[in-house]
């Protein structure tokens, strides 16, 4: 028997000849050839479905699911195939052969596994993991599967919760143009912008108790909500200015006989009056600053000649590249192309090949799903935050972890009760109360709504120091990066721009590549030239000098910047205030230290000009 795992109707089930008598009732009532291995065609029919799987196998009867069944059926038409091969097959096994290819066919068997094969790519998986068992894969490549099964049963409403949580950029970008042609309906929570401006066409909001419904996607939304608290908020303070003059009146004339009917008249109109709610946004901005202890070097890591291999896997092979500090760079590219390994490296976490060269004054803060191991679980997160020895207060401090969904009371909480997206939350608001001055983060935005993500790209915008990040949620990295990084070929690449100019340039190089060659490029032969290995030697050279004399720079300004703040500090003393003498040779000492610190820094800057000629 096929059939689908609901039942339509309210059906008793006491005896295998009532299964058999209501499953032939069930499909006349349908009207539907083979409604039991179909999809609900109506939502007043999946609201009717009842489920009698379970009552069947109490009376014997055998149930079975329309996936097993082509398996099952192609698993036999494939020993007959391989029997074939071997002696002549019989009248009898043609017979079957084709009674099993008909039943393959009409169970829609060859399109399923074509369909299975095409969703799973698009989600992620090589053609080789398509043959591994499932136990082989992680948590998230699980979630993947489910997803996919979920498409190929191809139902009339399609419920997704969070669904490109688990999925990489190429991912993500293949779900956005399945679900855009899809035929059914799909109702997704999600807090990936650019994934609900390009998928959705009607938005409901959530707020005040109520439900709201927008034509358009979340672009159009915003625009429209913003119109529409702008209206609301105009409506309730004319109201709040017609009830103050009406209650004016009432005080003014209630002790009068002769407005005795008047003001009456006003009180029971103000009793039914229907008060407009005042405006309450959650789209409000934190002002929440990341503080740097000190401004690193110039340079904040160089990366040359980097190797790492897992086994057989080449992650990356004989590359590098630079970091500079206010570098703010997103690492993007498909799951398994190594960004969290190259993460780890730069991090000084990973086993690798080649050179990681740190630079002056850098403090590094790490965020990655591992950090959770290092929460005390007996304690409260308040305390937690406390301990970790930011200097901030306690207000301060219950201010950053609102902006990370923790309010109220929910701050006392100890650690061990919280779910992993909460772990998860804390241990990001720790890295970013680090003070550091350069900060990784491995997909920070995981277990966050919109608004705190807006506090987040606030934050990033404004932070003083350096960050590599990797993320799949390209409103985020939109927002925060000015240098995009991907590995290709086992190299690491850059681009120095922002991801909407990256993907354009993406777009343009791919049409490119595309386009049939005209003409034959002849590569050019390298050189052998003794003359042009003495110049290269030389360059070698004046390079690492320049480095050398950077180095230097960099610590002769980190001390006249020392001494400049501690002479400021002197500047606002009282003692020194209430002395104009001292007051006088302070200032002047502060703008000798002030020109020295304005020379070092365009000395530093020219250096470093000079040393990036020799990078290009």
């Known amino acids: 028997i096929y059939r689908h795992p609901h039942i339509y109707g309210d059906v008793t089930v006491e005896s295998e000849e009532e299964v058999k008598r209501n499953w032939e009732a069930i499909k006349l009532k349908e009207g539907r050839k083979g409604v039991l291995s179909g999809v609900p065609k109506s939502l007043p029919a999946l609201v009717k479905a009842y489920r009698i799987q379970e009552k069947a196998k109490q009376v014997g009867f055998e149930w079975e699911n329309k996936e097993d069944v082509w398996l099952k059926v192609e698993e036999e038409m494939n020993a007959i195939y391989a029997s074939m091969e071997k002696e002549d097959a019989s009248p009898e096994t043609l017979e079957r052969l084709g009674h099993l290819q008909e039943e393959f066919e009409r169970n829609n068997g060859y399109q399923i596994r074509s369909q299975t094969e095409e969703i799973l790519e698009g989600l992620g998986f090589s053609t080789a993991d398509l043959i591994r068992p499932l136990q082989e894969f992680s948590g998230g490549w699980r979630m993947r599967v489910i997803l996919a099964r979920m498409l190929l049963e191809r139902p009339d409403v399609l419920m997704l919760d969070e669904p490109t949580n688990h999925l990489d950029l190429p991912s993500i970008e293949w779900l956005e143009n399945y679900l855009q042609s899809y035929q059914g309906t799909v109702i997704v929570v999600s807090h990936d912008k650019y994934f609900l401006n390009r998928m959705v066409t009607k938005i409901v909001e959530v707020a005040n108790l109520k439900l709201y419904v927008w034509e358009g996607n979340y672009d159009f939304f915003l625009q429209a909500k913003e119109e529409r608290d702008a209206l609301q908020m105009r409506q309730y303070e004319n109201q709040q200015q017609f009830i103050k003059d009406q209650e004016k009146f009432i005080n003014r004339f209630r002790a009068k006989a002769s407005k005795a009917t008047a003001v009456q008249s006003r009180v029971k109109m103000l009793e039914k009056l229907d008060k407009i709610d005042v405006v309450e946004s959650d789209d409000a901005r934190v002002n929440l600053r990341f503080r740097v202890k000190k401004d690193s070097g110039k340079i904040v890591m160089e990366l040359n000649d980097i190797t790492k291999h897992y086994g057989d896997k080449r992650i990356i092979t004989d590359t590098g590249g630079t970091i500079v500090r206010k570098d703010k760079?997103?690492?993007?590219?498909?799951?398994?192309?190594?960004?969290?390994?190259?993460?780890?490296?730069?991090?000084?976490?990973?086993?690798?090949?080649?050179?990681?060269?740190e630079g002056y004054n850098v403090i590094t803060s790490f965020f990655a799903q591992h950090q959770l191991q290092a929460l005390h679980l007996e304690n409260e997160i308040l305390q937690e935050m406390t301990e970790h020895g930011s200097g901030l207060t306690e207000s301060e401090l219950r201010n950053i972890l609102g902006c990370f969904l923790f309010a109220g009371d929910d701050v006392f909480k100890p650690i061990k009760v919280l779910s992993g997206g909460e772990k998860s939350r804390v241990a990001l608001a720790k890295t970013l109360i680090e003070q550091a001055n350069f900060m990784l983060l491995d997909e920070p935005t995981n277990h966050l709504d919109i608004q705190s993500i807006e506090v987040l790209v606030q934050a990033l915008q404004d932070y003083e120091g350096s960050f590599v990040l990797v993320s799949h949620d390209r409103y985020f990295v939109s927002q925060v990066a000015n240098k995009i990084w991907w590995i290709e070929d086992e190299k690491i690449n850059e681009y120095p721009g922002t991801y909407e100019e990256f993907t354009f340039w993406k777009a343009r190089r791919d049409a490119e590549k595309q386009k049939p060659k005209s003409e034959v490029v002849v590569k050019e032969k390298k050189s052998t030239n003794p003359q042009k290995n003495d110049q290269d030697r030389k360059r070698q050279q004046k390079k690492r000098k320049l480095e050398q004399k950077l180095e230097k720079l960099?610590?002769?300004?980190?001390?006249?910047?020392?001494?400049?703040?501690?002479?400021?500090?002197?500047?606002?003393?009282?003692?020194?205030?209430?002395?104009?003498?001292?007051?006088?040779?302070?200032?002047?000492?502060?703008?000798?230290?002030?020109?020295?610190?304005?020379?070092?820094?365009?000395?530093?800057?020219?250096?470093?000009?000079?040393?990036?000629?020799?990078?290009?």
């Open 329 to 357: 760079i997103a690492l993007i590219g498909a799951n398994g192309m190594g960004k969290s390994t190259l993460l780890r490296v730069i991090a000084n976490t990973e086993q690798f090949e080649g050179e990681r060269k």
């Open 554 to 616: 960099e610590k002769e300004l980190d001390s006249v910047k020392s001494e400049l703040t501690d002479i400021e500090a002197q500047l606002t003393s009282p003692e020194i205030t209430s002395d104009r003498q001292k007051l006088t040779d302070l200032s002047l000492k502060h703008q000798t230290i002030s020109d020295q610190n304005k020379r070092l820094e365009s000395e530093m800057e020219e250096v470093f000009e000079r040393l990036l000629e020799f990078e290009d």
